[in-house]
């Protein structure tokens, strides 16, 4: 049985991605409190595996999982990218006009902005994760609340749907990244075909250092999917390139690695796995 850990609950975007990214096999949840808890997880017990989002295509990139990432003795092994799709949950019986106010995760709040500028009057609250809020009224028998969560999370927590597909843009995806102790990732890797990677690095202060690199990649048939910098902490100025890249030929990245090598600094591999597919 696999033993997969994520941030937050059952129900929740990171336990329905799970779900899907280990499509048909046994698993048990580690349900987190944090990201950071996910990465202390792999830590305490090199068995587990752990499940992060990273970026989503309305919000944008999670900057401190970059890190937390970096920092750690994890590998990414896979991604998944899931289509968020949200829901407006309440106690059975409840209809909309009785809904009073509206519960979730501050980011699942701003998705659905224009579907709650129809709702005149009802309070919005944030909390802490959008399956939680589901939790929250459901133990507690909260009349007049409800949550924006998934339809996944109403349904294990007893709550109906009034509205779904509530969300502002419906090309509102998240995507996660699967990540493992390193020293384990040889034997889970096994018969997978590579073709994508994230790496990390930092740059000289010259000028067109970055743009040496890209050409170099660009010249080798690396395709750049994301580049995102982060300032370094106590290196006032200098800054981290995390950069995706995905690739055909396995042998020409290996080469267009080596030629990068020695403009960078601190270089490192996040990880080397197959590019994930997209939930519909």
């Given at each position: 049985m696999k033993k997969v850990a994520i941030q937050g609950i059952l129900g929740s975007y990171h336990d329905v991605a799970a779900h899907h990214y280990f499509e048909g096999e046994e698993m048990e949840i580690i349900g987190c409190h944090s990201f950071r808890d996910v990465i202390q997880q792999i830590r305490d017990d090199t068995s587990v595996i752990g499940l992060m989002a990273i970026e989503?295509?309305?919000?944008?990139?999670?900057?401190?999982?970059?890190?937390?990432?970096?920092?750690?003795?994890?590998?990414?092994?896979?991604?998944?990218?899931?289509?968020?799709?949200?829901?407006?949950?309440?106690?059975?019986?409840?209809?909309?006009?009785?809904?009073?106010?509206?519960?979730?995760?501050?980011?699942?709040?701003?998705?659905?902005?224009?579907?709650?500028?129809?709702?005149p009057g009802i309070k919005v609250v944030e909390k802490e994760d959008t399956a939680m809020s589901a939790k929250w009224i459901a133990e507690n028998k909260l009349c007049g609340h409800a949550a924006i969560c998934g339809k996944t999370a109403a349904g294990i927590y007893g709550l109906e749907v009034l509205a779904e597909g509530i969300e502002t843009n419906n090309r509102n995806f998240t995507r996660f990244l699967v990540i493992a102790?390193?020293?384990?990732?040889?034997?889970?890797?096994?018969?997978?075909?590579?073709?994508?990677?994230?790496?990390?690095?930092?740059?000289?202060?010259?000028?067109?250092?970055?743009s040496k690199v890209l050409t170099i990649l660009s010249f080798y048939d690396m395709n750049l999917t994301k580049i995102q910098s982060l300032p370094i902490?106590?290196?006032?100025?200098?800054?981290?390139?995390?950069?995706?890249?995905?690739?055909?030929?396995y042998t020409r990245y290996k080469q267009a690695l080596d030629a990068i090598i020695p403009l960078t600094k601190d270089l490192k591999i996040l990880g080397e796995y197959a590019e994930g597919r997209q939930s519909i």
């Open positions: 989503n295509t309305i919000a944008g990139s999670l900057l401190q999982n970059h890190e937390l990432i970096r920092q750690s003795e994890c590998s990414i092994i896979g991604e998944y990218k899931l289509r968020i799709s949200h829901s407006l949950a309440a106690l059975p019986g409840t209809a909309l006009r009785d809904v009073k106010e509206v519960n979730s995760h501050p980011i699942a709040l701003m998705q659905c902005a224009e579907y709650l500028e129809t709702l102790n390193k020293w384990n990732v040889e034997e889970i890797m096994q018969g997978v075909k590579k073709n994508k990677t994230s790496l990390v690095f930092a740059l000289p202060h010259t000028a067109g250092s970055l902490i106590g290196r006032e100025w200098e800054y981290l390139f995390y950069i995706n890249l995905t690739y055909s030929d």
